[in-house]
């Protein structure tokens, strides 16, 4: 940690939340363990918006397990854009803080 405040945050979405604790923990190994970690998670609500003719994009999400039988009310056409459909999804996040923090003295 180059860090001049002695702390850094690592976000991770999604698939790169395994990443996101693969580098706090690496970062905590190479300084001897003289970095503190917090872990926060939560869930983001992601929007995707698809440009479509015939809605087949759509379609094929929904086959492949993309949209939920829930959202397939959700992906109707929005009033002004012929072709756009709009499905909302929630991923998975990760926050880790890591502080530096002085080691304990450990006795003998």
Do not use: F, W, Y
């Not at 999604?14 to 923990?25: D, R, S, T, Y």
């Not at 492949?64 to 959202?71: H, N």
């Amino acid at each position: 940690m180059q860090s001049t405040s002695g702390r850094a945050v690592v976000h991770g979405l999604g698939v790169l939340v395994v990443k996101a604790v693969e580098v706090a923990l690496a970062a905590q190994a190479r300084h001897r363990s003289s970095v503190r970690l917090k872990v926060r998670t939560s869930s983001v609500t992601l929007v995707d918006d698809v440009v479509t003719h015939s809605g087949r994009p759509v379609e094929a999400r929904k086959a492949a397990g993309g949209v939920s039988e829930e959202d397939a009310d959700d992906t109707a056409p929005q009033q002004g854009c012929p072709g756009t459909v709009s499905v909302s999804r929630v991923n998975s996040a990760v926050h880790i803080e890591l502080a530096r923090c002085e080691p304990t003295a450990t006795s003998s």
